[in-house]
Nanobody
């Protein structure tokens, strides 16, 4: 089984909205920090947003702050990314990931996360 599975991607007009979901089958989900990352063609994988295990803290890349919102439902083992005011620059493959340690502003790089979904395409275009 794939431990992390993303859904909700697709094609959207600039200025539109999408909500990505990540379903986790990891037994440690409720104790794990979770994050969203993205990778555009020809670019390195980059941090987008993250949330601590109890949702007490969230973190965002400057490029998405004020437009994206990360949340989780531990009873359902679900992670979400609500995206609004989407721009063509948001076009990328989006990945959810888990971190099996506490999360701080210093642990927001891809190398700080150990389990990954396969990714889902988000395309923002007219």
């Amino acid at each position: 089984q794939v431990p992390l599975v993303e859904s909700g991607g697709g094609l959207v007009q600039p200025g539109g909205s999408l909500r990505l979901s990540c379903a986790s089958s990891e037994r440690t989900f409720r104790d794990d920090a979770m994050g969203w990352f993205r990778q555009a063609p020809g670019k390195d994988r980059e941090f987008v947003a993250a949330i601590t295990f109890g949702s007490a803290n969230t973190y965002y890349a400057d490029s998405v702050k004020g437009r994206f919102a990360v949340s989780r439902d531990n009873a359902k083992n679900m992670l979400y990314l609500q995206m609004r005011s989407l721009k063509p620059e948001d076009t990328a493959i989006y990945y959810c990931a888990s971190r099996h340690r506490f999360l701080t502003p210093a642990t927001l790089e891809p190398s700080d996360f150990s389990s990954w979904g396969q990714g889902i395409q988000v395309t923002v275009s007219s």
